[in-house]
């Protein structure tokens, strides 16, 4: 997006031709508007860049708003996790806004609403409210309080504000018109009673505002010039209109709600509710679980926040929603890990590699290059010695041609160390191969610049020196669940199609230099995949985390 060059998408369009038709750019105003009822996901990201891409774009502010209406289900921790994810991503928001800080105002409002005739309490059921409220294709009916004296009203909202009322005894609904196409405009509830205890304002209101009445009404209050949100609230505009009728006063700004495709992830679920199902069934560790969609899953799982931007920049906005293949993000990730990791050998499935020609009881420290596409990542150290452990699959008996690893007989090069060549195996009573013994060619070193170092061989093999490897916890992650997309257009709960195979954890021997690891620090592990330090990790055991594999395994096999 900060490519001046790239084509506009439609986002940008509106905006442009409400430059041209004399919006000032100072007037700018965006915002992020997030119910904190939840970890933010994948979906949120593109949300977050589009808003905060437009901010930087424009040089305009960019809100961020606590949608905290339903005290019954938003709470502090997903505040602060929110926030957390925000500045991770790398964004800084104008002003922190609650739309809770609005109550007041928007309070003051509807009271006028009602003196102007355009709002009345209405004391029926919700049952009865909603068969009165008709069909796409039948009009709706009046309520028998439609007509209430405003005097009734305004004395029933007030007791409704101080509790004075039983809890769901009354509702204040908009008087607009009951015949409406649109069925959002059958005279919408404006405001319920809860007596539930309010993240914030505790138990200071007994009424809380609905999302119709609350959002476009905060978007003006912050002068929000354009309000971006999915594709669902297209319905909602006409609503979102009628509101700001009420209260908008000339001189001031008055803002515009457009809509754009949520974006959807295969073989995951992007539903705050959904994913709340997850860690409340215990399916997953908590919502910052790396098998999660979350951004906080995310991060822990090694992403950056350059991969989860370049993702949702490369799908960008569209007015058609779509199912995007994880696949993507996955190339994301690698891209931007390919850059950045230092790459590191560990084993994870091992079997015991001695070189009998090589002598008993030496070690050297052999150089290796931290990152062959970043030269200014240096170097470091790794010890060899007689034994060693490679790869149980990087070796074979007898193969044909197209095995370019180790065999009997052949030759292959350890990286950054030596040339060997396969001899003979040891195997236990069932046959299984205990050891694997070869001969190298001390004149092979690499980077030696030796005649024997400049052999090409067909195969290169990571490796640890066996006495020097540390053991490592080593979690592998696998798609949450099996189906592409686990909830839409099926029969089945979406519950019913998780992987039960989503995690393995193993041991793996890592070469030495990785022992003051740090969370979050991310490697590639030659020839396996990119790999990040977890949390859980304590001074005696490393964690990793399988961010991805070098390459996409589902790929191949589809
Ligand atoms: P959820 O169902 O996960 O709770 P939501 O839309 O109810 O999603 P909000 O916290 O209300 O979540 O959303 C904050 C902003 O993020 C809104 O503007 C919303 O439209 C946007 N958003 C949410 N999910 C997606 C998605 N999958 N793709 C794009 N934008 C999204
Ligand atoms: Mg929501």
Not at 19 to 45: M, Q
């Amino acid at each position: 997006m900060s490519n001046e060059a790239a084509p506009l998408n439609f986002i940008e369009h509106i905006i442009e031709e409400d430059l041209k038709k004399g919006y000032k750019k100072d007037d700018l105003c965006f915002r992020f508007p997030p119910e904190p009822n939840g970890y933010l996901h994948i979906g949120h990201a593109s949300s977050i860049c589009l808003n905060f891409g437009l901010g930087e774009k424009y040089n305009a502010p960019v809100n961020l708003r606590f949608d905290d209406t339903n005290p019954a289900k938003e709470e502090q921790e997903f505040v602060d996790a929110i926030k957390r994810d925000v500045s991770w991503l790398g964004y800084k928001w104008a002003t922190e806004c609650y739309a809770s800080d609005y109550f007041q105002q928007l309070y003051d409002w509807a009271v006028q609403m009602i003196k102007d005739g355009k709002a009345y309490v209405d004391s029926q059921t919700s049952e009865q409210i909603a068969e009165q409220k008709g069909t796409p294709n039948t009009p709706g009916k009046a309520s028998p309080y439609r007509n209430r004296s405003v005097e009734e009203n305004l004395e029933l909202l007030e007791k409704m504000k101080n509790g004075e009322t039983k809890e769901g005894e009354h509702v204040l609904r908009a008087k607009i018109d009951m015949e409406s196409p649109n069925m959002l405009m059958r005279d919408p509830v404006m405001y319920r009673t809860l007596f539930k205890s309010h993240h914030r304002t505790g138990t200071d209101w007994k009424i809380f505002p609905m999302y119709d009445w609350t959002h476009g009404e905060s978007d003006y209050i912050e002068q929000v010039s354009h309000s971006f949100c999915t594709l669902e609230f297209l319905p909602h505009r006409e609503l979102y209109d009628w509101f700001l009728d009420q209260v908008v006063e000339e001189d001031k700004l008055r803002p515009k709600q457009r809509e754009f495709a949520r974006r959807n992830l295969s073989h995951t679920v992007v539903s705050k509710r959904k994913l709340a199902q997850l860690v409340a069934a215990g399916v997953v560790n908590g919502w910052d679980d790396p098998r999660m969609p979350t951004i906080s899953g995310l991060r822990r799982r090694g992403y950056t926040p350059e991969s989860i931007k370049n993702f949702a920049d490369s799908i960008g906005v569209g007015k058609r929603e779509n199912l995007i293949d994880v696949s993507h993000l996955e190339f994301n990730v690698r891209e931007d890990l390919n850059k950045k990791a230092p790459r590191i050998m560990v084993v994870l499935d091992p079997v015991k590699l001695i070189i009998d020609n090589y002598p008993e009881g030496q070690t050297e420290m052999l150089e290796a290059e931290n990152n062959q596409e970043d030269e200014s990542a240096g170097t470091r150290e790794v010890p060899f010695s007689k034994e060693l452990l490679i790869e149980r699959e990087d070796f074979k008996e007898e193969a044909n041609r197209k095995f370019f690893r180790l065999t009997i007989g052949k030759e292959v090069r350890l990286k950054n160390a030596y040339i060997i060549k396969g001899e003979s195996v040891v195997k236990d009573a069932d046959g299984n191969i205990t050891e694997i013994h070869c001969t190298y060619d001390p004149e092979s070193k690499s980077g030696s610049g030796t005649e024997a170092s400049l052999r090409k061989v067909k195969g290169t093999l990571h490796w640890v020196s066996a006495a020097h490897a540390l053991p490592v916890e080593v979690r592998l992650y696998d798609r949450l669940f099996t189906d592409p997309s686990p909830d839409t257009n099926k029969e089945k709960d979406f519950m019913e199609f998780i992987n039960p195979n989503s995690l393995e954890v193993i041991t793996g021997y890592a070469e030495p230099s990785i022992k003051n690891a740090e969370p979050e620090d991310k490697f590639q592990f030659q020839r396996l995949g990119y790999f990040v330090v977890d949390k859980d990790t304590t001074r005696d055991n490393i964690v990793f985390n399988r961010t991805v594999p070098l390459r996409d395994s589902w790929a191949k096999l589809s």
